[in-house]
């Protein structure tokens, strides 16, 4: 399973036009299939892909996970953000090696 450190590791090697290879499977980063909605205390995620599922990851900007789960493509999923801090977060949503990822404030 991908974890927040090794998505920002991949995506600074992706930055100096490196390219990493994870279970000999290059990893690509897609963020037109990721929808993002947002109210007080849930957020809604929104993916769009032919597969029967996918990981999401919400990490703060340390790489931590705070919340984690399983996602199905194209259905929204609610997930609730009441415990977490006000701040920037990363959403990451992890299928079939694609990354979408979005960036929240809450």
Known sequence: KLNCLSIL???IQQLTKLSLKLVSKTITIIDKKLDIELNASKIFIDYRSQSKEAIFDLCDMNG???LSGTIIPNNKKEVDI?????GQYQVYVIDNGEIAK???RL
């Open 102 to 104: 979005k960036l929240i």
């Open 64 to 66: 931590r996970i705070r």
């Open 82 to 86: 009441s415990r977490l801090k006000n």
């Open 9 to 11: 590791l991949f995506e």
